[in-house]
């Protein structure tokens, strides 16, 4: 009735369930860790941070004070404070609105993994830290915070920066890449070098190479002129 090749159409066939590529046990062929969040760390904290303050080197490290990817940063000026992830999310919608259009790349180069703790008004002291309330970057002072790269102008990346400083607490200033970097708040240039940082503010005093003959010579105009006193008041 049907010739052979009629009768393979015939035959049930199964097809696999659509359902099969979105359920959540399907493997995932990707060889890259997905995207982390720079504003909320993956775990939560074993213990409860405490205030604390941020690191200020003092051994002459000038690490976070330059700009490494990009072409142009904003820095951190007058003084080291806690700043939360809600400004610093504030700050990145701000430059990209700004920029909205335009070829550029962001980078961020602080991460907000401090949590903050709060308890309620007139609360008794003691019974611990109380509960999570948000997460919280540490930002020393001369800290690289925000980077952009891409076709743009000096003066278009200098207004983005300038809209998003107003955002975050605190006094900023705009760097470009190649500036000098910076050792707690003095500035290396002009002059001024690590070497010279440091070297101490006071010359070292250095043993006198005749200090032995200056001692002798002392003693003995001491005993002289005790000698000539006592001669010299019987007399009197």
């Given at each position: 009735m049907?010739?052979k090749?009629?009768?393979?159409l015939l035959?049930?066939s199964?097809?696999?369930p659509?359902?099969?590529?979105?359920?959540?046990?399907a493997?995932c062929f990707s060889t890259?860790?997905?995207a982390l969040d720079?504003l909320?760390p993956?775990?939560?904290?074993?213990?409860?941070s405490p205030?604390?303050?941020p690191?200020?080197h003092?051994?002459?490290?000038t690490?976070?004070t330059t700009v490494?990817?990009?072409?142009?940063?904003?820095?951190?000026?007058?003084?080291d404070r806690?700043v939360?992830?809600?400004?610093?999310?504030l700050g990145a919608?701000?430059?990209k609105q700004r920029?909205?259009?335009?070829?550029y790349?962001?980078?961020?180069?602080v991460s907000?993994?401090?949590?903050?703790y709060?308890?309620g008004?007139?609360m008794?002291?003691g019974?611990?830290?109380?509960?999570?309330?948000y997460?919280?970057a540490?930002?020393p002072?001369?800290r690289i915070?925000?980077?952009l790269?891409?076709?743009?102008?000096?003066?278009?990346?200098?207004?983005a920066?300038?809209?998003?400083?107003?955002?975050l607490?605190?006094?900023?200033?705009f760097?470009?890449?190649?500036?000098p970097?910076?050792?707690?708040?003095?500035?290396?240039g002009?002059g001024?070098?690590?070497?010279?940082?440091?070297k101490?503010?006071?010359?070292v005093?250095?043993?006198?190479?005749?200090?032995?003959n200056?001692?002798?010579?002392?003693s003995n105009s001491?005993a002289?002129?005790?000698?000539a006193?006592?001669?010299?008041s019987?007399a009197?």
């Amino acid at each position: 009735m049907f010739a052979k090749p009629q009768l393979g159409l015939l035959r049930p066939s199964y097809s696999a369930p659509s359902f099969a590529y979105f359920s959540p046990f399907a493997r995932c062929f990707s060889t890259t860790s997905p995207a982390l969040d720079w504003l909320t760390p993956k775990y939560m904290e074993k213990s409860k941070s405490p205030k604390g303050r941020p690191r200020m080197h003092t051994g002459g490290s000038t690490r976070g004070t330059t700009v490494v990817w990009g072409d142009y940063g904003l820095r951190m000026k007058d003084h080291d404070r806690r700043v939360s992830a809600a400004q610093l999310k504030l700050g990145a919608e701000t430059i990209k609105q700004r920029l909205r259009g335009m070829n550029y790349k962001l980078y961020t180069r602080v991460s907000a993994n401090i949590g903050v703790y709060t308890k309620g008004n007139e609360m008794r002291m003691g019974k611990g830290k109380g509960k999570f309330d948000y997460w919280a970057a540490r930002i020393p002072v001369s800290r690289i915070v925000f980077e952009l790269k891409g076709d743009l102008h000096e003066k278009v990346a200098r207004e983005a920066f300038r809209l998003a400083a107003h955002k975050l607490p605190g006094l900023w200033e705009f760097v470009k890449k190649g500036d000098p970097p910076v050792v707690g708040i003095t500035k290396l240039g002009n002059g001024v070098t690590l070497e010279s940082l440091k070297k101490p503010r006071r010359a070292v005093p250095l043993p006198m190479p005749n200090s032995a003959n200056s001692n002798s010579t002392t003693s003995n105009s001491t005993a002289s002129s005790q000698t000539a006193s006592s001669s010299t008041s019987p007399a009197q």
